[in-house]
């Protein structure tokens, strides 16, 4: 009897032994399927993070046009508080003559004051008149952007602050950078311009009128200056002759 229980305790720790041996192999056929999970979720999530590594610089680069398009919106309504030749950039603009040491006569002189204002180019406003140089103050006309534009001009802007006609009978000098030291007898001054070249149609004005061709040359606009005032041993001798004159005789006119 003993003989026959023997095998069979035999086989019953071989089958257990065989149970163990089949949980290990699952054991470690799972582990791997584990820890081969763990680093495709690893990946994911740098992936992940680059993609708002990513976003976030959108963001950030939004925000600064948003903020200048604030920024314009206020600019544009501070516009009327703020001084106009701080926010529109002018020029002076120098015409002479293409021909050096030009000496216009009167005739000629007169002759362009006379288109100017005919055109509605610019208006004379003022003038200070001596013996040996002359000088005639404009101010803009209706048509005063024909200068510089072919087509019409709709900003409330004046397109150019003042005009200055000069001629002398002593040389003078135009002290532009383009044309530094270049003496002269005649020129036109536009001060605070809006734009730096006269166009083809005013250049020609003068071709037309006197028979000249000009020059020009252009620099940042300047401070205007006040109007001159002739001093009075410069005065004209016609014009001191009529003042002296006119104090004799009402001298005369008390004694009697």
């Not at 180019?121 to 001596?130: G, K």
């Not at 534009?149 to 709709?154: F, T």
């Not at 020129?187 to 000249?212: H, M, Q, V, W, Y």
């Amino acid at each position: 009897m003993a003989e026959k229980t023997e095998p069979k305790k035999t086989r019953k720790r071989t089958k257990k032994a065989e149970a163990q041996e089949e949980v290990k192999v699952e054991a470690v056929q799972e582990a791997p399927v584990e820890t081969a999970e763990k680093p495709v979720e690893a990946e994911e999530k740098p992936v992940e993070a680059e993609a708002k590594a990513e976003e976030k610089p959108v963001e950030a680069e939004e925000k600064p046009v948003e903020a200048k398009a604030e920024d314009a919106v206020k600019a544009e309504e501070d516009l009327p508080d703020v001084p106009e030749n701080e926010r529109i950039h002018r020029y002076d603009i120098m015409i002479t003559s293409e021909r050096p040491g030009y000496r216009p006569p009167k005739a000629a002189v007169y002759a362009i004051v006379s288109q100017l204002a005919l055109r509605g180019l610019a208006s004379p406003v003022d003038e200070a008149i001596a013996e040996t140089w002359t000088e005639i103050y404009f101010e803009p006309g209706p048509t005063a952007h024909e200068i510089f534009l072919e087509k019409g001009y709709s900003d409330d802007a004046p397109v150019y602050h003042e005009i200055v006609m000069r001629f002398a009978d002593k040389m003078y000098f135009c002290d532009y950078s383009e044309t530094p030291q270049r003496p002269l007898y005649w020129s036109i001054e536009i001060r605070g311009a809006r734009f730096t070249t006269p166009i083809g149609a005013f250049k020609k004005l003068f071709l037309d009128a006197i028979n000249l061709r000009i020059t020009t040359a252009y620099r940042d606009a300047q401070p205007i200056p006040p109007h001159k005032v002739v001093p009075e041993d410069e005065k004209p001798i016609e014009k001191k002759k009529r003042e002296r004159g006119s104090g004799i005789a009402g001298t005369d006119v008390e004694e009697m």
